[in-house]
T-cell receptor
């Protein structure tokens, strides 16, 4: 089956620093990757959609300058939370899909805590 | 814009009971409907995927149905077990980007 690896699984950082989260498709080429976040006791909300080699499309209310998404290759997308603040503490999860397939496959998620 | 609602928000049942989780969506132009399981503090485990042209999917003790005309999907769990305790999320895929819109989940507790 298709495997999506997300790293790190958890990270604690100081307020004002930046954190990079990686999402890799291990056994397939992901034409599209999605980034979601989940606040405690809430459901997952789409943050942005990225296609390989093009700029990400951000959902309304998501700051593109704060959440930098790079999808430089067909197997890797990164999400960088810049100048993190405690309110950015959340569970971030990526998913990837292949153009020909309808199912999206999810990474294990990253729990970010900003102190 | 697609909206997905799940009822009930929480459910507690004794072991062995059959149960149904409900999911409704507002936009019938849905590409697919997917059910996930999420354990506390963990990621998502995909349970069943129903394409828009399908009416149901089965995997072991799980059966999911899709009725686009009424905007509803159900997840049926037969002979529930304590290991089934988790939050169950349904998500609808849009026809464009194929991004998923998630419901808020049903938190299931199966009592031994």
């Amino acid at each position: 089956g298709a495997v999506v690896s997300q790293h790190p699984s958890w990270v604690i950082c100081k307020s004002g620093t930046s954190v990079k989260i990686e999402c890799r498709s291990l056994d397939f080429q992901a034409t599209t990757m999605f980034w979601y976040r989940q606040f405690p006791k809430q459901s997952l909300m789409l943050m942005a959609t990225s296609n390989e080699g093009s700029k990400a499309t951000y959902e309304q209310g998501v700051e593109k300058d704060k959440f930098l998404i790079n999808h430089a290759s067909l197997t890797l997308s990164t999400l960088t939370v810049t100048s993190a603040h405690p309110e950015d503490s959340s569970f971030y999860i990526c998913s990837a899909r292949v153009k020909q397939k309808t199912e999206a496959f999810f990474g294990q998620g990253t729990r970010l805590t900003v102190v | 814009k697609q909206e997905v609602t799940q009822i009930p928000a929480a459910l507690s049942v004794p072991e062995g009971e059959n149960l149904v989780l409900n999911c409704s969506f507002t936009d019938s132009a849905i590409y697919n409907l997917q059910w996930f399981r999420q354990d506390p503090g963990k990621g998502l485990t995909s349970l069943l995927l129903i394409q828009s042209s399908q009416r149901e999917q089965t995997s072991g003790r799980l059966n999911a149905s899709l009725d686009k005309s009424s905007g509803r999907s159900t997840l049926y769990i037969a002979a529930s077990q304590p290991g089934d305790s988790a939050t169950y999320l349904c998500a609808g895929g849009d026809t464009g980007r194929r991004a998923l819109t998630f419901g808020s989940g049903t938190r299931l507790q199966v009592q031994p």
